[in-house]
């Protein structure tokens, strides 16, 4: 007796009605919260919509700002002095975590027994202290309790440090930056393209064509002649000074006391995971290309520059990629000591306006869109790395 068996018991069907299932309730779900949220706004008197993103901010930001703004600008400008103050201490915040991360992670594995000691105390101290409390021990006990700016330390009267921030030289864009930085900017990719072709000449030929030697040469020439051309430097020296109200710096570079503290704390805290991460990565390098190097006779620091670090940086790119984003979202922590980051500026629009899911969503999109940006490059990276099988 033939029997046919039900569709929804049938294994090719099965699952597909599963995940359909699951979309469904998903879908059903989404749809209750959305319309109770458009409820609730309708009750208040809200919509959803962003048009008062063009409304006046009415509020200053103080301290740091990449662009101009004033109170009379709009909430958009507000939110995008906030994006870019991200963007900063998140972008110097993952390179200065890196090179430190590294340099204490190889110290870990050293021989030296102070700096394999140095470098364990440094990983186990800032590992395991609360990032938000190493954030506040930064602001409130180092860059606070330096002296008042009438009492600054003064370093050849062109570094001062005070509890209004520390003044450094800093270079000034003129004019002319933009020729210097084009020729600069060809001169690197044709330092690129003149090392693949002297590559593939010492290869084709089995002669030394010194690769780099007409690399030097082709940045040198791209550096000396703009210098030729526009008989000038790219920039100009700013030297800080005191403002003359006497509560100020003008001119050079300052590093405020919040932007210094969150900073500094961002990097000390992830450059201890990093150092573990390029621990463990060397360590997970075949012993037998260890010792196949010594045999070679190779030195310690050319032995790990060209055979163990090119194979442990394999195994570090994805979890330094996460340290990566969790740096990024950690920033959000520095509204504790005051510096006005997306989060910070995003409260008090927030606040103002009352707009609480519009400036919720804002936040989630520019540290989702952050976050995609930063995992597709290292994903790049990490597919441009990896052993071509054959």
């Known amino acids: 007796m033939n029997t046919t068996t039900p569709f929804w018991r049938?294994?090719?069907?099965?699952?597909?009605?599963?995940?359909?299932?699951f979309v469904i309730i998903i879908g059903i779900a989404m749809f209750y919260f959305i319309n109770n949220a458009l409820?609730?706004?309708?009750?208040?008197?809200?919509?959803?919509?962003?048009?008062?993103?063009?409304?006046?901010?009415?509020?200053?930001?103080?301290?740091?700002?990449?662009?101009?703004?004033?109170?009379?600008?709009?909430?958009?400008?507000?939110?995008?002095?906030?994006?870019?103050?991200?963007?900063?201490?998140?972008?110097?915040?993952?390179?200065?975590?890196?090179?430190?991360?590294?340099?204490?992670?190889?110290?870990?594995?050293?021989?030296?027994?102070?700096?394999?000691?140095?470098?364990?105390?440094?990983?186990?101290?800032?590992?395991?202290?609360?990032?938000?409390?190493?954030?506040?021990?930064?602001?409130s006990a180092v860059f606070l309790t330096l002296p008042l700016i009438g009492d600054n330390y003064n370093f050849a009267n062109a570094i001062f440090?005070?509890?209004?921030g520390i003044a450094i030289p800093w270079f000034k864009p003129i004019d002319i930056t933009w020729?210097?930085?084009?020729?600069?900017?060809?001169?690197?990719?044709?330092?690129v393209f003149t090392w693949k072709w002297k590559i593939k000449q010492q290869v084709e030929t089995g002669k030394r064509k010194y690769p780099s030697i007409w690399v030097f040469g082709t940045l040198l020439l791209s550096i000396i002649f703009p210098f030729v051309v526009t008989q000038s430097g790219p920039f100009t020296l700013s030297i800080p000074e005191i403002n003359p109200n006497g509560r100020s710096f003008v001119g050079g570079f300052?590093?405020?006391?919040?932007?210094?503290?969150?900073?500094?704390?961002?990097?000390?805290y992830t450059s201890a995971f990093i150092a573990e991460i390029v621990r463990s990565g060397i360590m997970g390098v075949n012993k037998g290309q260890v010792e196949a190097a010594q045999s070679l006779g190779l030195k310690s620091s050319?032995?790990?520059?060209?055979?163990?670090?090119?194979?442990?940086?394999?195994?570090?790119?994805?979890?330094?990629?996460?340290?990566?984003?969790?740096?990024?979202?950690?920033?959000?922590?520095?509204?504790?000591?005051?510096?006005?980051?997306?989060?910070?500026?995003?409260?008090?629009?927030?606040?103002?306006?009352?707009?609480?899911?519009?400036m919720i969503t804002i936040m989630i999109i520019c540290y989702l869109t952050f976050s995609l940006i930063t995992s597709l490059l290292m994903n790049i990276f990490n597919k441009y790395t990896q052993l071509v099988e054959r």
Do not use: C, H
């Open 161 to 164: 440090l005070s509890n209004r």
């Open 302 to 358: 050319t032995m790990l520059r060209l055979v163990i670090f090119p194979q442990a940086y394999r195994i570090m790119i994805p979890p330094m990629t996460s340290q990566y984003l969790n740096l990024t979202k950690n920033s959000s922590l520095a509204v504790a000591v005051g510096y006005p980051e997306l989060v910070s500026v995003g409260n008090t629009i927030l606040n103002q306006s009352g707009r609480a899911i519009q």
């Open 39 to 139: 409820t609730g706004l309708k009750r208040m008197g809200l919509s959803l919509s962003y048009s008062f993103l063009n409304s006046t901010a009415s509020f200053d930001i103080s301290g740091d700002k990449l662009i101009e703004y004033s109170a009379t600008d709009k909430y958009s400008r507000a939110i995008l002095v906030g994006f870019l103050n991200t963007l900063r201490v998140a972008i110097l915040g993952i390179i200065f975590a890196t090179i430190i991360g590294v340099i204490l992670g190889i110290a870990r594995l050293s021989n030296n027994w102070l700096a394999r000691n140095t470098s364990k105390v440094f990983v186990e101290i800032f590992r395991n202290t609360p990032l938000l409390v190493q954030m506040i021990i930064w602001y």
């Open 10 to 21: 049938d294994k090719r069907i099965k699952p597909i009605l599963l995940q359909l299932l």
């Open 254 to 268: 300052v590093i405020s006391p919040s932007f210094g503290a969150v900073l500094l704390a961002l990097v000390m």
């Open 179 to 191: 020729i210097w930085l084009s020729f600069i900017v060809l001169g690197i990719i044709g330092a």
